[in-house]
């Protein structure tokens, strides 16, 4: 069953420049790009989009650094999109990360690891829903 996810091509990975590589390989993967945009969160809306964290002793630095710079968000429409998803990007930390995965080429650091995605099928809904209207899937 075809299915979707939310990511995000974060701050440090936009800066450094890796975005359309990063955007080459979910293709690659055979991900279908339903929305795609180029935009900066404010402190505002990062905290919004983080709240589920909001306790945690590292969202302040979150907020901080995904409002650093511009991000790109899109839904991705995969089988399996979700824990697919998951497996390409690798763990949290790139130090962790399976060779080949998106952070481990891609992240710096376990803050600065150059993509989001979604945890669950619920959240990629809410998470998609948060950047992009209905008239902005396809």
Do not use: C, Q, W
């Given at each position: 069953m075809s299915n979707r996810t939310f990511t995000m091509i974060k701050p440090d990975a936009f800066k450094n420049g890796h975005s359309g590589a990063i955007i080459d390989r979910f293709i690659k993967e055979g991900y279908r790009i339903v929305a795609l945009k180029l935009t900066k969160l404010s402190a505002?809306?990062?905290?919004?989009?983080?709240?589920?964290?909001?306790?945690?002793p590292f969202y302040g630095e979150l907020v901080?650094?995904?409002?650093?710079?511009?991000?790109?968000?899109?839904?991705?429409?995969?089988?399996?999109?979700?824990?697919?998803?998951r497996e390409l990007i690798g763990a949290t930390n790139p130090a962790q990360a399976a060779e080949?995965?998106?952070?481990k080429?891609?992240?710096?650091?376990?803050?600065?690891?150059?993509v989001h995605g979604s945890d669950s099928d619920e959240n990629a809904k809410i998470e998609g829903s948060f950047f992009f209207s209905g008239l902005e899937q396809f």
């Open positions: 505002e809306k990062a905290g919004e989009f983080y709240a589920v964290h909001k306790e945690r901080e650094f995904m409002s650093s710079g511009p991000i790109y968000a899109a839904i991705l429409e995969k089988d399996n999109a979700v824990a697919s998803f080949g995965t998106i952070r080429l891609y992240a710096t650091s376990l803050g600065e690891n150059a």
